[in-house]
């Protein structure tokens, strides 16, 4: 079954460095979305992309994010200076379409930590 | 966005069915219900959606209550395997899921 991957699975960075979180989605999947997790809360919403460009973002996605579809294949989160509160578990899903009926397919994760 | 509520923890026996709740009184005509799962150390899991009528998967079976005010995830032999946080949600057309604390599920051997 096809899935979605990200790397590195653990990233640590120091505080102020830029950091980029790589995934390759699904194949034939047309909508990408970040996630994170910070450890032991809920799963928070960053930015939904879809047509080479954000179509919603959160609060948490100020301007020290952005994303990136580079290639046909890859969708990178970059963390430009990065702040101790930023350690989490970030993942990356997409889906077939944008529509409430098409599900979403998460990836595991990258761990970034930053000291 | 339309507001979901689980039971923060459930428990059930290995092998036996497990029904979790879900309360959703403020969904609208459009809002499609979603379960995913999250395995300790792993990545949100989709295990099964639906709009109005009940659906199976090799997963899960959803049964969506005629009123759509709330939904019953169905795992009909649970495992270990099982143990996770399940979360139901409200997705509209609008792309992304909004998150809540989910039910923890927890299999006795």
């Known amino acids: 079954e096809p899935e979605v991957t990200q790397t590195p699975s653990h990233q640590v960075t120091q505080m102020g460095q830029e950091v980029i979180l790589r995934c390759v989605p699904i194949?034939?999947?047309?909508?990408f979305y970040w996630y994170r997790q910070i450890l032991g809360q809920k799963v928070e919403f960053l930015v939904s992309f879809y047509n080479n460009e954000i179509s919603e973002k959160s609060e948490i996605f100020d301007d020290q994010f952005s994303v990136e579809r580079p290639d046909g294949s890859n969708f990178t989160l970059k963390i430009r200076s990065t702040k101790l509160e930023d350690s989490a578990m970030y993942f990356c899903?997409?889906?077939?379409?944008?529509?409430?009926?098409?599900?979403?397919?998460f990836g595991n994760g990258t761990r970034l930590t930053v000291t | 966005d339309a507001k979901t509520t689980q039971p923060n923890s459930m428990e059930s026996n290995e092998e036996e069915p497990v029904h979790l709740p879900c309360n959703h009184s403020?969904?609208?005509?459009?809002?499609?219900i979603h379960w995913y799962r999250q395995l300790p150390s792993q990545g949100p899991e989709y295990v099964i959606h639906?709009?109005?009528s009940n659906v199976n998967n090799r997963m899960a079976s959803l049964a969506i209550a005629e009123d759509r005010k709330s939904s019953t995830l169905i795992l009909h032999r649970a495992t270990l395997r099982d143990a996770a946080v399940y979360y139901c949600i409200l997705r509209r057309n609008t792309g992304k899921l909004i998150f809540g604390q989910g039910t923890t599920l927890q299999v006795k051997p």
């Open positions: 639906g709009l109005t």
């Open positions: 403020t969904i609208s005509g459009t809002d499609y």
């Open positions: 194949s034939n999947h047309l909508y």
């Open positions: 899903a997409s889906s077939e379409g944008g529509i409430g009926g098409s599900p979403l397919h």
